[in-house]
């Protein structure tokens, strides 16, 4: 157990729709980050945010959105649902957000869009 | 541009040694990271190297080679726990911050 807890962990839903993914980072984690794994592409990163603010931003779309709460748990929200969405969805959490080789990975949402 | 080279499938018997190599193409080099997946889970953190030579956590072994710009982990007595997916990774610079960009991962079937 890493301690970064991930809510729900499968979510189905339809073409169109939108969606809210939830991670808690670790106690006394800063940082946040936000992967994308499907069969194809592999692990991609999203989106990173450090105590509330965004830091990096990786191949996410325009129709996805993340923030980081005071209380540092972020979510991610997906809007406009197509197919190609359906992936497994990973959050990290590590201490700094100049040291993200070491990170610790929540258990993932699977996102299934029909 | 940025790249991360490591083979898709190995496979390798039971109490053997196996070693995944990773080739990277970056900018700005930090260090090697190696995560390993089992189908279905979340990527574990194993290793981080951030100077040349070999870093030794029990069965698990992770080089790196900054000047051949390649490094590698070395399984020993496998197990068949091991089977699982590994990724090397190297940090980014992204905006005011770093990430990780993930190779496309080696396969390890370890078989009785």
């Known amino acids: 157990d890493s301690g970064v807890t991930q809510t729900p962990k499968h979510l189905i839903t339809a073409t169109g729709q939108r969606v809210t993914l939830r991670c808690s980072p670790r106690?006394?984690?800063?940082?946040v980050y936000w992967y994308q794994q499907s069969l194809d592409q592999g692990l991609q990163f999203l989106i990173h945010?450090?105590?509330?603010?965004?830091?990096a931003k990786g191949n996410i779309l325009e129709r996805f959105s993340a923030q980081q709460f005071p209380d540092l748990h972020s979510e991610l929200n997906l809007s406009s649902l197509e197919l190609g969405d359906s992936a497994l969805y990973f959050c990290?959490?590590?201490?700094?957000?100049?040291?993200?080789?070491?990170?610790?990975f929540g258990p993932g949402t699977r996102l299934t869009v029909l | 541009g940025q790249s991360l080279e490591q083979p898709s499938e190995v496979t390798a018997v039971e109490g053997a040694i196996v070693q995944i190599n990773c080739t990277y193409q970056?900018?700005?080099?930090?260090?090697l990271s190696w995560y390993q997946q089992h189908d279905g889970g979340a990527p574990t953190f194993l290793s981080y190297?951030?100077?040349?030579g070999l870093e030794e956590t029990g069965r698990f072994s992770s080089f790196l080679s900054r000047s051949d710009s390649y490094g590698y982990l070395l399984l020993q007595e496998l197990q068949m726990k091991d089977s699982a997916s590994y990724f090397c990774?190297?940090?980014?610079?992204?905006?005011?911050?770093?990430?990780?960009?993930f190779g496309k991962g080696t396969s390890l079937l370890v078989t009785p």
């Open positions: 190297n951030a100077l040349d």
């Open positions: 106690s006394g984690d800063l940082s």
């Open positions: 990290a959490s590590s201490v700094e957000a100049g040291s993200p080789d070491t990170q610790y």
């Open positions: 970056t900018s700005g080099f930090y260090g």
């Open positions: 945010y450090y105590n509330g603010e965004e830091r």
């Open positions: 990774a190297v940090r980014v610079h992204s905006n005011s911050g770093y990430a990780l960009n």
